[in-house]
């Protein structure tokens, strides 16, 4: 998020105002931290923060982004840093803001499906709050363990799920979000008619960062299935591993398919037959 195409000449002037507004302790400027958000998991790559922020609140990020607005100093917002597009690096300088510190889950309304959180909340902490209530939250990346909800909904992760269950933008129904000059906006609800207008939870999703900074998502959560199981199949080729999933991708749409797991069908298990394919990063 950039309130100017180039590097401003004085990208630490709003240093002062932002140790105003949230501390000295949440406002980081030495070689450790400028040294730590320079990068993120994508290899090769790194920035040069000249400051690190870390809010706690929605009215916190709006004040950092008014101030940066005003000081014309470019923002990265960040959730864990797991992204693998360079996403998170601060190529122009500027201000880091982590989000991390939002790591609060709001609510848990089982009786409406739904869980509203702060974007810093880990997704594991999400699927483990919707357990608790017998509830699922479906999408399942490989970095759930440290990548934050915020991240996941501004790169519109995928996951391992994805195919039964959909990925995560298939979840968002609702956004608080701030933009580059401040003003928080809502978009969607929780209520599945909430429709009017244009879908902008749709357009922040994927929107890495460049829109605006989300502050709190709503989520939509399934009645966890009576059981999971995880199976290991081996196939004669990639093209027949292909033909297997393309013959059971029908059991995604089916009623039961959103609350129970699928299981391979003998006649998937007959056209496939046992061979190894070469594993991969699981997306
Ligand atoms: C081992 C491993 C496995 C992975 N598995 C998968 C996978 O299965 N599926 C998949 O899709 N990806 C996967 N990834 C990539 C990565 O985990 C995801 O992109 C994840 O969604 C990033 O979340 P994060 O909190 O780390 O965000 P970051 O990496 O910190 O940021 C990612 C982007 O989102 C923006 N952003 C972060 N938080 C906010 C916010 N609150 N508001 C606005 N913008 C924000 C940042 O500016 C940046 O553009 C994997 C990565 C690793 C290292």
Redesign the pocket.
Known sequence: MSTSPSRPTDPIAAEPALRGLLGDDRVRVDAAARTAYAI??TPLHHGAPDVVVFPETTEEVAAVLRLASEHRVPV?????????SA??VPHLGGVVLV?TGMDRIRVVEPDNLLLVTQ?GVTVATVQAAAAEHGLLYPPD???AA???I???????????RGLKYGVTRDYVIGVE?VLAGGEVIRCGGSATKDLAGYDLVRLLCG???TL????EITLRLLPRPEGIAVGLAYFDSPAAAGRAVAASAPARYSSSARTAPSRPSRATSRRSPPAAVAPG???
């Open positions: 993120d998991a990265v917002p960040r959730g864990a840093g797991t992204n693998l996403a998170a989000l974007p990346p490989g970095s440290t990548a934050t915020g991240g996941n909904v501004a790169t519109g992760a995928g996951g391992l979000a929107s890495e960062g605006a900074v989300i502050t990063r699981p997306r």
